[in-house]
């Protein structure tokens, strides 16, 4: 049985972990932080080198975090402004987003369960277009310009028999996009983060990996075409929780740090396979794959989102 180990599906914190273990010396990474309106704060990392990627757990890319304090609470607008934020960070890893292309979203997730919901209500909330435009053109839009938006909930495997990869492979080969842009829920550190933070990456995504779940891998080598991956994390490991909490412990007590110790030790895996969330997930999900929506909606939108 393995020790404990934390679990995050988040680059910025296994950066903060590196470099706690390392005294803040990182090689083959480049962090660039900054905010860009109040309380939204972005965080670039790029992973530069393979070593790099190695000690970090993470592929090599770019892996752009946006954390907002207000995505947890309630807005009649459903936080438009961080949803014109997130569109252009969207819009910054999107290849070739000015020319007009075919681009396939694919919510992940399993729609039954509500903490894993994110990528399917998100795609309920999408603007489609690829069906019109091949019936009627861009004319039935009144546009000069348009991408052929696409979507797919693929379910998952204990439903449909099928690897959500074998999915989406056979849905490109006849479909032909020019970028797959996949949607998921995901697992974080710190129980800060949960419901406040978006992720999105230009190296694709592992499902399922967050929690242990190891599938396919969703990236452009897989797929054939390039990847951008965008999640949100809704759930903490459990032993993450106890961990943090007896390091407080055994910062303040002498006896802490053998309980520390032998928890961390321990190959009990009880714990560690549960996943903790917050009490009003149904609705924090509801609100987020709005936000998140929206925020596709406008990064791909040719006419509307020029000057975004």
């Known amino acids: 049985m393995q020790q404990f180990q934390v679990r995050t599906d988040l680059a910025l914190e296994a950066t903060e972990s590196v470099r706690k273990k390392s005294s803040g010396q990182m090689r083959g990474v480049s962090i660039d932080e900054y905010d860009t309106m109040e309380d939204v704060h972005i965080s670039k990392v790029v992973i530069l080198s393979k070593n790099a990627a190695k000690s970090m757990g ?80 861009k004319q039935a839009y009144r546009a000069s310009k348009m991408h052929r938006i696409s979507a797919l909930v693929p379910g998952v495997m204990a439903k449909t028999g099928m690897e959500t990869a074998e999915i989406i492979k056979g849905v490109i080969k006849e479909t032909t996009p020019n970028i797959v842009i996949v949607i998921d829920a995901l697992a974080a550190r710190s129980t800060k983060r949960l419901n406040r933070t978006v992720q999105i990456t230009d190296t694709g995504i592992h499902p399922g990996s967050g929690v242990g779940n190891h599938r396919n ?92």
């Open 217 to 308: 891998a969703l990236t452009e080598e897989t797929l054939g075409v390039p990847v951008i991956a965008i999640g949100i994390p809704v759930v903490v490991d459990a032993g993450t929780i106890v961990s943090d909490a007896l390091e407080k412990l055994s910062e303040e007590y002498d006896g802490g740090k053998a309980s520390l110790d032998y928890f961390r030790n321990s190959t009990d895996t009880q714990l560690h396979n549960m996943y903790v969330t917050t009490k009003n997930i149904d609705e924090t999900t509801k609100r987020l794959s709005f936000t998140l929506s929206e925020a596709l909606n406008m990064a791909l939108d040719m006419e509307n989102g020029k000057n975004s």
């Open 58 to 137: 993470k592929p090599m890319g770019t892996y752009i975090t946006l954390e907002a304090p207000a995505l947890q609470e309630s807005d009649e607008d459903y936080h438009r402004e961080i949803s014109e934020e997130l569109a252009r960070q969207i819009k910054s890893v999107l290849p070739n987003i000015e020319e007009e292309q075919s681009i396939l979203v694919v919510g992940l997730g399993n729609r039954d369960v509500t903490a894993d919901a994110l990528g399917p209500c998100t795609i309920d909330n999408l603007f489609i277009t690829r069906h019109i435009i091949k019936e009627y053109g």
